[in-house]
């Protein structure tokens, strides 16, 4: 090597040195890590990488092992275009020069403001956005705007629609956002036990609720208790192979594993649905098989009754469902039109269960009585019974039937009662909203010993527009639409009933990694949801959109007003990091 070129790699080398002493080897930022209250720096890149440091190798100083000292000053080169140089004639670093990397700093609320402005403004146009912000770079915007992608897929919020043309995807590049990234695990998704076990029927074309199996849970489990059992006695020597030895059991037996605890999913998926059943009254039955209702149409009668709920009702029992993982269970209390023979439902009233059990539900005495009181105060009458069906299709089962026969008999001596129920976290839904089925028994419209044959009721689910100019004097003080803080205070009730339950409903972890479900092409789409954004968008359905709101004289945000109000109140009372306020 000629002297010129082994003094240009020194002197490149020195001033690798002189970097790396000033960074100390390392270059990593901010990464993704914590929940929604971290803060952002200017220079985060959210790899979450860093580089080790070398080790110092020992050796003779001025010896080709050593570590050559960085220079102590090097006059500053610049070359005829007005650029800085090194003296090995290398353009210079603009990192360089032993400066540290600035320290996080959190945003402040007017950095926040602008931010939102600017994706409203200019979508995913990241320079354009760091100029409307002033304050930050390019790459510290995009680092909070992953994060604030990741916030918004979570509750179940629509991205601006500024950055949704050019994606709909919960990302920086607009494609979709995969739950199990490490970016989406560490800003809040979690994964889901039960999620894999039917995801994969579904998807298929088969059942969402299976039949008899084990979960990869189980099997695990079942591998486990395999492994902890005794090992068996050891096998005779191979030096005297016999087959009466190799016949011969070992003297010490091993013992069985233990029984496999079934997982949440396998408990509560429901049985074969009966093409129908045949009952007595005041019989009550713990079996799980579902029975699919008929239609009156389907035996040549006419419903001997019509109905309209309104959509206060639908909200309070869609909230209430989704707060636990446990059937829930209330009354719907309205009132009856002899005349017309029609029931109407104008409020849910979500009551306490004493059942422990994940498949059953049995209402609180105490709760029922101060529900009871609650009704007569406001002029209502009992009109139906509801209960949900956390994980599958609201199928009534022969349970269900028998209490339902049973509620009859206490109600029905003034006006029909019938039962609904409402299925909150079904994977097999084509959309996020709860799917809600009311029945009531065929009696006396079938034949003889069909008594307890489940009907469909139908009913119609009214507009906030339709209960705000209903005309009855007495329908329209029950149905009129409540101001926003009395139905978020409502609903805040509700919430507060599973505030220290063993059973409450894990809000961020995953429903399922699509949003709808098309059912006959077996496709999917949207964005992956967690429980959280499912609750969302299944009680953001029931509440007045803009054109509805208008039409019932309510604010254009009273829907989300009343939904911020009340997940702000969850967050802070079931003490999670629900990304709210």
């Known amino acids: ?90 353009k210079k670093r603009k990192d360089a020069g032993g400066q540290m990397r600035q320290k996080p700093r959190a945003w402040t609320e007017e950095e926040e403001k602008k931010f939102l402005e600017a994706l409203d403004m200019y979508g995913r146009d990241w320079h354009k956005c760091a100029e409307h912000m002033q304050t930050r770079e390019s790459k510290a915007f995009t680092s909070h705007a992953q994060k604030h992608f990741i916030k918004l897929c979570l509750q179940g919020k629509p991205l601006p629609a500024k950055v949704a043309e050019s994606g709909e995807g919960y990302t920086l590049s607009g494609k ?94 429901p049985k074969r649905e009966n093409a129908g059943r045949k009952g007595y009254e005041n019989m009550t039955s713990e079996s799980l098989d579902l029975t699919r209702p008929r239609t009156f149409a389907s035996i040549g009668k006419k419903a001997p009754y019509t109905v309209r709920i309104s959509p206060r009702a639908l909200l309070t029992m869609d909230a209430h469902a989704h707060c636990c993982t446990n059937e829930v269970i209330g009354y719907l209390g309205g009132m009856w039109d002899d005349e017309n023979k029609e029931l109407i439902v104008a409020r849910a009233f979500p009551a306490k269960s004493i059942s422990d059990a994940g498949t059953s539900c049995e209402m609180d005495p105490e709760s029922e009585v101060a529900i009871k009181e609650a009704m007569e105060e406001l002029g209502l009458c009992v009109v139906a019974w509801y209960h949900s069906h956390p994980i599958f299709k609201p199928i009534p089962s022969s349970k269900d039937i028998d209490n339902h026969n049973n509620i009859e008999n206490l109600f029905s001596d003034e006006n029909p009662v019938f039962a609904t129920i409402v299925s909150p976290y079904d994977i097999s839904l084509e959309a996020p909203t709860s799917a809600v089925n009311h029945f009531c028994l065929g009696k006396n419209v079938s034949k003889a010993g069909d008594g307890q044959m489940p009907m469909v009721v139908e009913s119609t689910e009214m507009s906030w527009a339709d209960c705000a100019n209903v005309k009855p004097a007495g329908q329209a003080a029950m149905l009129g639409p409540p101001s926003i803080e009395e139905l978020a205070e409502e609903l805040a009730a509700v919430s507060d009933m599973y505030v220290s339950h063993p059973r409450r409903a894990r809000l961020l972890e995953m429903w399922r990694p699509f949003c709808n479900l098309d059912v006959a092409s077996k496709s999917t789409s949207g964005p ?22 208008k039409a019932a004289n309510l604010d254009a945000k009273y829907g989300d007003e009343v939904l911020e109000t009340m997940f702000a109140h969850m967050q802070k009372t079931w003490k999670e990091d629900l990304g709210y306020a």
């Open 1 to 90: 090597m000629d002297p010129e070129t082994a003094a240009l790699i020194a002197a490149m080398q020195a001033e690798d040195a002189e970097y790396a002493a000033a960074y100390g080897g390392g270059g990593g930022g901010g990464g993704y890590g914590g929940g929604f209250g971290d803060s952002d720096s200017d220079s985060s890149d959210y790899s979450g990488r860093s580089r080790k440091k070398s080790k110092k190798k020992k050796g003779k100083a001025g010896s080709s092992s050593g570590r050559r000292a960085p220079a102590k000053s090097t006059p500053k080169i610049v070359d005829e275009e007005g650029v800085e140089r090194t003296a090995s004639g290398r």
């Open 176 to 269: 979709p956002l995969d739950p199990n990234s490490a970016a989406a695990l560490a800003y809040g998704f979690k994964p889901d036990t039960q999620l894999t076990e039917g995801l994969a029927g579904v998807l298929s074309g088969g059942d969402a609720n299976p039949g008899e199996g084990t979960s990869d849970a189980a099997a695990a489990a079942a591998a486990a208790a395999a492994a902890a059992a005794p090992a068996p006695a050891p096998a005779p020597a191979p030096v005297k192979p016999t087959k009466e030895k190799k016949r011969k059991a070992p003297e010490k037996q091993t013992a069985p594993p233990e029984p496999v605890e079934p997982t949440e999913y396998a408990k509560n998926r």
């Open 528 to 549: 992956p949801l967690t429980k959280l954004g499912k609750m969302r968008r299944s009680l953001a359905a029931r509440l007045p959109d803009a054109e509805d709101a």
